[in-house]
């Protein structure tokens, strides 16, 4: 299973790559929007951990251009934000993405909820 | 001859008889069935103007002159012809302004002015003293005449003065109201005007078919006379010129309007504006009836008592006396002295009216000491001053008999009257015509056109009776040539009359028109002129109760305009109107447009709208209304002021909200921010903690890695709690700061070296460029390390790691010390250079991902610098490094010695 990270805070990015294939996964790491979308549309992960806050092309943008795109339409999104407010999850949700966790999170939430997505 | 005390007995019987028809006349105006209300009983009464002189004197300027004497009686026909557009008016005006007396009139057309009141009732008191004279004279002659001089009853003409003066008192002074009519008086002088007329008729029918065979036989003898023959030629005996009846008939055609017993019994007495339709041609036939027998009277006498040895003037007595008809005699004598005591009641009470109201009352109730205006009723009062004024004019007319009276002809002095009374006609029929005539024009043409009649009429008069020195009239005063009174400035070759007419009318027109132009009208003038001037613009009952039918009237409009503009500022609209008459409209358009200003454009029009569309609006109402509606001006002026009040209050409210508003989702904003941020470095604590604690089996190394991402998040997360709180107590001014001397050397060489192990970590040159000495600067130490630590840490942080340099420098700038921090790292773009000093925001660069730093560092230096008196900026371009300095203020030389 392929597992793409998008995530621009570095020392947040090593940890979900740590994991990511401590369970694993197949990862591949985005530093900012446009990379994450990109890497998505050539490589075609199975799961994208998707950060919201991020420079360039921000994460709901990144959701909705692959929901768009027949080629990543199937891709699993999981959001991860540190802004807990519901707006923002319902906002995530309405555009496609399967699963939205907050900042700081549960690892174990975090697997389970990407291995549930998965399965 | 006539026994004495028949001749005595029948005056007084007729004078009884007068009294009698007054008294039933005035007892039938109180029962409100008033005799004299017609038009008949108008014209009779207006033939007053055929007076002893008429009686008598016309037959003696006849027999002097032929139809000379004719001039005097043209005019009033001519003149009556222009009553219905010129005595209309007057009679209009006056009872709507409830006139009583010719002063009266003039005073106020001329804004109600006492001045010139006082003045036209002294013109016309001392014109009419001769004319007086001439009454007094008439009948005591006639008397004289008739009964002879009666002994031990001395002068004949005081007892006519005190009998006439006893009988006006009787006849006029019995009501109070001078703009009430005298019914009686009235009744009287119609019966007396009948009299004289019956009477003068059957002498001259007597003379003609009873002395004679008709007028072509008394023609005929005249003509065949060589001595008399001259006479039937038109203009034979006139002064000789045309120009002297043309002015005789001016003289009259004023003469019948402005004497003072002519405004009496057509104006004030008048009861019906209608009566003068049927006396315009009732009172030319009266003077046709009454002339027709004068020639032939007068030629009769000529013819019956040649060589002069009778006066003309008393051909209608001596004529049937010589035949011993004594009963026509006596007949006559009863029509002569209808004549003058008709001519003398009115005369007498009009002159006592003038000189109660215009004369004495106004400078009584200015005595404050007689205290007048506290009593309730001055009707005594008025009816002694007017009955002492009527025994004084007589006397004084009596006096004018003794003193001038025997050197004229009763024609000559009627003439002198005649000429001082047209004295009143620029001033009066200017003012109702011109409403440019103002109060000083009118006083200025007055008095001119008075005193030249003094000079021209009055003082000869007094010469001749040698009351004055002769030689006046002869040579001039002082022997001036030029001012002789009766060829002044070298005119001469007139008759008396028409030279004194000349110059008086120059004197008065020229100086009323002059002094009227010169001068602007008040505002109670303007608007008496208006009020006078277009009384035919106001419906016939406006006793000001409909205002406007139609047509808007000027001293309407200006009264309403005054109510709201104020006086002064209404008279200068108008100012411009009474220059040059507007159109209506125009004036209309000029009020709206001022009472717009005031009103409001569209109160002020609907209130000219329903003027102009003949709304049945009231004055009063109209006033009512604009009242209330300045009433409303003002409350809606405060209002406005309350309600621009309220909304500055709403605006501060608004505003104030809006700052709180602003600040309150600031502070969201920046709470929900240091939520975000402290979410970030708490995520990989916790991540890496709960790695830590799953993966006991962990190799050494990353071990070891984990937990240094593990403490330096932890020390992120620190620092960034620090600078909340650092944010939170400058925002709410809960910093204390613990100011001392400092020496910036010290204090960037501390610092330097407590961050050289971030440069080192980063491979980045640090040089500091100082000074060897500097001055001191007072500041919180700890606060200043911090803005030099901040900016120190975010030079390093954004330069490229290897090749970076950055340098320090201090020196001093004017007043303050001036440190700088430069770095060769990406630079910063202009749009950001304000930015980056907001809290939270970065400038961040996209090639390098997020920037490190929670965004408070500079939003936080630059408080403390700007605390500490200083300045905090930002010098960059992209691509060429960036420049942070800073400013401290420099201690003065006399706080470092405190």
């Given at each position: 299973?392929?597992?793409?990270?998008?995530?621009?805070?570095?020392?947040?990015?090593?940890?979900?790559?740590?994991l990511?294939?401590n369970?694993?996964?197949?990862?591949?790491?985005?530093?900012?929007?446009?990379?994450?979308?990109?890497?998505?549309?050539?490589?075609?992960p199975?799961?994208?951990?998707l950060?919201?806050?991020?420079?360039?092309?921000?994460?709901f943008?990144?959701?909705?251009?692959l929901?768009?795109?027949?080629a990543?339409r199937?891709?699993?999104?999981v959001?991860l934000?540190?802004?807990?407010?519901?707006?923002?999850?319902?906002?995530?949700?309405?555009?496609?993405?399967?699963?939205?966790?907050?900042?700081?999170?549960?690892?174990?939430?975090?697997?389970a909820?990407?291995?549930?997505?998965l399965e | 001859m006539?026994?004495?005390w028949?001749?005595i007995?029948i005056?007084?019987?007729?004078?009884?008889?007068l009294?009698?028809?007054?008294?039933?006349?005035?007892?039938?105006?109180?029962a409100g069935?008033?005799?004299i209300?017609?038009p008949?009983?108008?014209?009779?009464?207006?033939?007053?103007?055929?007076?002893?002189?008429?009686?008598?004197g016309?037959?003696?300027r006849?027999?002097?002159?032929?139809?000379?004497?004719?001039?005097?009686?043209?005019g009033?026909?001519?003149?009556?012809a222009?009553?219905?557009?010129?005595m209309r008016?007057?009679?209009?005006?006056?009872?709507q302004?409830?006139?009583?007396s010719?002063?009266?009139?003039?005073a106020?057309?001329?804004?109600?002015s006492?001045?010139?009141?006082?003045v036209?009732?002294?013109?016309?008191v001392?014109?009419?003293l001769?004319?007086?004279?001439?009454?007094?004279?008439?009948?005591?002659a006639?008397?004289?005449?008739v009964?002879?001089a009666?002994p031990g009853?001395?002068?004949?003409?005081?007892?006519?003065?005190?009998i006439?003066a006893?009988?006006?008192i009787?006849?006029?002074?019995?009501?109070?109201?001078?703009?009430?009519?005298?019914?009686?008086?009235?009744?009287a002088?119609a019966f007396?005007s009948?009299?004289?007329?019956?009477?003068?008729?059957?002498?001259?029918a007597?003379?003609?078919?009873?002395?004679y065979?008709?007028?072509?036989?008394?023609?005929?003898?005249?003509a065949?006379?060589?001595?008399?023959s001259p006479?039937l030629a038109?203009f034979?005996g006139?002064?000789?010129?045309?120009?002297s009846w043309?002015?005789?008939?001016m003289?009259s055609?004023?003469?019948?309007?402005?004497?003072p017993?002519?405004?009496?019994?057509?104006v004030i007495?008048?009861?019906n504006?209608?009566?003068l339709?049927?006396?315009?041609?009732?009172?030319?036939?009266?003077m046709?009836?009454i002339?027709?027998?004068?020639?032939?009277?007068?030629?009769?006498?000529?013819?019956?008592?040649?060589?002069?040895s009778?006066?003309?003037?008393?051909?209608?007595?001596?004529?049937?006396m010589s035949?011993?008809q004594?009963?026509?005699t006596?007949?006559?004598?009863?029509?002569?002295?209808?004549?003058a005591t008709?001519?003398?009641?009115?005369?007498?009470?009009?002159?006592?009216?003038?000189?109660?109201n215009?004369?004495v009352m106004?400078?009584?109730?200015?005595?404050r000491?007689?205290?007048l205006?506290?009593?309730?009723d001055?009707?005594?009062?008025?009816?002694g001053?007017?009955?002492?004024?009527?025994?004084l004019?007589l006397?004084l007319?009596?006096?004018?008999f003794k003193?001038?009276?025997?050197?004229?002809?009763l024609?000559s002095?009627?003439?002198?009257?005649?000429?001082?009374?047209?004295?009143?006609?620029?001033a009066?029929?200017?003012?109702?015509f011109?409403?440019?005539?103002?109060?000083r024009?009118a006083?200025?043409?007055?008095?001119?056109?008075?005193?030249v009649w003094?000079?021209?009429?009055?003082l000869?008069?007094?010469?001749r009776?040698?009351?004055?020195?002769?030689?006046?009239?002869?040579?001039g005063?002082?022997?001036?040539?030029?001012?002789?009174?009766?060829?002044?400035?070298g005119v001469?070759?007139?008759?008396?009359?028409?030279h004194?007419?000349?110059?008086?009318?120059?004197?008065?027109?020229?100086?009323?028109?002059?002094?009227?132009?010169?001068?602007?009208?008040?505002?109670e003038?303007?608007r008496?002129?208006t009020?006078f001037?277009?009384?035919?613009?106001?419906?016939?009952?406006?006793?000001g109760?409909?205002?406007?039918?139609?047509?808007?009237?000027a001293?309407?409009?200006?009264?309403?305009?005054?109510?709201?503009?104020?006086?002064?500022?209404?008279?200068?609209?108008?100012?411009?109107?009474?220059?040059k008459?507007l159109p209506?409209?125009?004036?209309?358009?000029?009020?709206?447009?001022?009472?717009?200003?005031?009103?409001?454009?569209?109160?002020a029009?609907i209130?000219?709208?329903?003027v102009?569309?003949e709304?049945?609006?009231?004055?009063?109402?109209?006033?009512a209304?604009?009242d209330?509606?300045?009433?409303?001006?003002?409350?809606?002026?405060r209002?406005?002021?309350k309600?621009?009040e309220?909304?500055?209050?709403?605006?501060?409210l608004?505003?104030?909200?809006?700052?709180?508003?602003?600040?309150?989702?600031?502070?969201?904003?920046f709470?929900?921010?240091?939520?975000?941020?402290?979410?970030?470095p708490l995520t990989?604590i916790?991540?890496?903690t709960?790695?830590?604690?799953d993966?006991?089996?962990?190799?050494?190394?990353?071990?070891?890695?984990?937990?240094?991402?593990?403490?330096?998040?932890?020390?992120?997360?620190?620092?960034?709690?620090?600078?909340?709180?650092?944010?939170?107590?400058?925002?709410?001014g809960r910093?204390?700061?613990?100011?001392?001397?400092?020496?910036?050397?010290?204090?960037?060489?501390?610092?330097a070296?407590?961050?050289?192990?971030?440069?080192?970590?980063?491979n980045v040159r640090?040089?500091?460029?100082?000074p060897g000495r500097v001055p001191?600067?007072?500041?919180?130490l700890?606060?200043?390390?911090?803005?030099?630590?901040?900016?120190?840490?975010?030079?390093?942080?954004?330069?490229?790691?290897g090749?970076?340099?950055?340098?320090v420098?201090?020196a001093?700038?004017?007043?303050?010390?001036?440190?700088?921090?430069?770095?060769?790292?990406p630079g910063?773009s202009?749009?950001?250079?304000?930015?980056?000093f907001?809290?939270?925001?970065?400038?961040g660069?996209?090639l390098?991902g997020?920037?490190?730093?929670?965004?408070?560092g500079?939003?936080?230096?630059r408080?403390?610098?700007e605390?500490?008196?200083?300045?905090?900026?930002?010098?960059?371009?992209?691509?060429?490094?960036?420049?942070?300095?800073?400013?401290?203020?420099?201690?003065s030389?006399?706080?470092?010695a405190a």
């Amino acid at each position: 299973m392929r597992v793409l990270i998008a995530e621009d805070e570095p020392n947040i990015l090593t940890s979900l790559e740590f994991l990511m294939r401590n369970c694993d996964y197949e990862v591949r790491v985005a530093r900012d929007g446009e990379e994450a979308l990109r890497t998505a549309q050539d490589w075609l992960p199975d799961l994208l951990l998707l950060d919201v806050m991020m420079p360039l092309c921000n994460g709901f943008e990144v959701c909705r251009r692959l929901r768009d795109n027949p080629a990543t339409r199937a891709v699993k999104i999981v959001m991860l934000t540190a802004h807990g407010r519901d707006a923002q999850i319902e906002r995530g949700l309405a555009l496609g993405a399967d699963a939205y966790i907050t900042k700081p999170f549960s690892n174990k939430d975090l697997i389970a909820r990407v291995r549930g997505l998965l399965e | 001859m006539l026994e004495t005390w028949v001749v005595i007995v029948i005056a007084f019987a007729y004078l009884a008889l007068l009294f009698a028809i007054a008294y039933y006349a005035d007892q039938r105006a109180d029962a409100g069935r008033s005799v004299i209300n017609s038009p008949y009983i108008y014209s009779l009464s207006l033939a007053v103007y055929a007076t002893a002189w008429t009686f008598y004197g016309s037959v003696g300027r006849a027999a002097e002159n032929g139809v000379g004497f004719l001039p005097i009686y043209i005019g009033p026909t001519l003149m009556i012809a222009l009553w219905w557009v010129v005595m209309r008016k007057i009679l209009r005006i006056s009872k709507q302004n409830r006139i009583t007396s010719l002063a009266d009139f003039v005073a106020s057309r001329y804004g109600k002015s006492a001045l010139l009141g006082g003045v036209v009732t002294v013109i016309a008191v001392i014109g009419i003293l001769p004319y007086i004279s001439l009454q007094l004279k008439a009948v005591s002659a006639s008397f004289t005449t008739v009964a002879g001089a009666v002994p031990g009853l001395g002068d004949t003409a005081l007892w006519v003065a005190l009998i006439l003066a006893a009988f006006t008192i009787l006849f006029g002074t019995r009501h109070i109201d001078t703009a009430e009519h005298h019914e009686g008086m009235v009744a009287a002088v119609a019966f007396e005007s009948l009299v004289k007329l019956l009477a003068f008729v059957a002498v001259g029918a007597w003379v003609t078919w009873g002395l004679y065979r008709g007028f072509g036989d008394i023609f005929a003898r005249v003509a065949a006379e060589p001595a008399l023959s001259p006479m039937l030629a038109p203009f034979g005996g006139v002064g000789g010129d045309y120009s002297s009846w043309i002015w005789l008939t001016m003289l009259s055609m004023l003469a019948i309007m402005f004497l003072p017993r002519q405004f009496q019994v057509t104006v004030i007495e008048n009861k019906n504006e209608d009566h003068l339709r049927k006396a315009i041609w009732l009172f030319p036939l009266y003077m046709l009836a009454i002339n027709v027998f004068v020639l032939p009277i007068a030629f009769g006498g000529l013819l019956h008592f040649p060589s002069g040895s009778v006066d003309a003037d008393s051909f209608v007595l001596t004529l049937p006396m010589s035949q011993k008809q004594e009963l026509l005699t006596l007949v006559v004598f009863i029509g002569g002295l209808s004549a003058a005591t008709g001519m003398v009641i009115v005369e007498t009470i009009a002159l006592s009216t003038m000189v109660c109201n215009d004369l004495v009352m106004p400078v009584l109730l200015r005595m404050r000491a007689l205290r007048l205006n506290q009593r309730a009723d001055l009707t005594g009062l008025l009816l002694g001053i007017r009955r002492g004024a009527i025994v004084l004019i007589l006397l004084l007319g009596y006096l004018y008999f003794k003193l001038a009276g025997e050197a004229y002809a009763l024609v000559s002095i009627g003439l002198i009257s005649f000429a001082a009374v047209a004295q009143f006609a620029p001033a009066a029929l200017g003012g109702i015509f011109w409403k440019g005539g103002t109060r000083r024009g009118a006083l200025a043409g007055l008095s001119a056109g008075f005193l030249v009649w003094c000079y021209t009429l009055l003082l000869p008069a007094f010469a001749r009776s040698a009351w004055l020195p002769i030689g006046f009239l002869e040579h001039g005063p002082f022997g001036i040539e030029l001012l002789k009174p009766l060829a002044l400035f070298g005119v001469s070759g007139l008759d008396q009359i028409t030279h004194a007419m000349i110059w008086s009318m120059v004197a008065n027109v020229g100086a009323y028109v002059a002094v009227s132009l010169l001068h602007a009208p008040g505002a109670e003038e303007h608007r008496q002129a208006t009020l006078f001037v277009d009384v035919f613009k106001r419906p016939a009952d406006a006793g000001g109760a409909r205002v406007w039918r139609g047509s808007a009237s000027a001293p309407e409009l200006f009264n309403l305009l005054a109510r709201f503009v104020g006086l002064r500022a209404a008279s200068d609209a108008f100012a411009e109107f009474s220059k040059k008459p507007l159109p209506e409209a125009e004036l209309v358009h000029l009020v709206e447009n001022q009472l717009a200003g005031v009103i409001g454009a569209a109160s002020a029009h609907i209130m000219l709208a329903s003027v102009v569309k003949e709304e049945a609006l009231t004055l009063d109402e109209v006033r009512a209304v604009l009242d209330e509606a300045s009433q409303i001006v003002v409350y809606s002026h405060r209002l406005e002021q309350k309600s621009q009040e309220l909304e500055r209050a709403t605006q501060e409210l608004r505003a104030a909200n809006e700052r709180l508003t602003e600040l309150d989702r600031m502070k969201d904003e920046f709470v929900s921010t240091v939520s975000h941020e402290l979410r970030t470095p708490l995520t990989s604590i916790r991540s890496f903690t709960e790695i830590l604690n799953d993966n006991p089996q962990l190799p050494a190394a990353e071990r070891a890695r984990f937990l240094g991402i593990v403490i330096k998040e932890t020390e992120r997360l620190t620092r960034l709690i620090g600078q909340v709180l650092d944010v939170s107590r400058l925002e709410s001014g809960r910093v204390e700061w613990h100011e001392s001397l400092l020496d910036m050397r010290e204090v960037i060489e501390d610092t330097a070296a407590s961050t050289s192990q971030l440069f080192r970590e980063r491979n980045v040159r640090l040089e500091c460029n100082l000074p060897g000495r500097v001055p001191k600067v007072r500041a919180d130490l700890d606060r200043i390390v911090q803005v030099v630590v901040n900016l120190l840490s975010n030079a390093v942080k954004f330069i490229e790691p290897g090749q970076g340099r950055v340098e320090v420098a201090l020196a001093e700038d004017g007043g303050f010390l001036r440190v700088d921090v430069r770095d060769n790292g990406p630079g910063i773009s202009p749009q950001h250079h304000e930015l980056i000093f907001e809290k939270f925001r970065q400038a961040g660069d996209p090639l390098t991902g997020k920037p490190q730093g929670s965004g408070l560092g500079l939003y936080i230096s630059r408080r403390i610098i700007e605390h500490s008196g200083g300045r905090l900026w930002v010098e960059s371009r992209p691509g060429q490094g960036a420049c942070f300095s800073f400013t401290l203020p420099l201690v003065s030389e006399a706080a470092l010695a405190a």
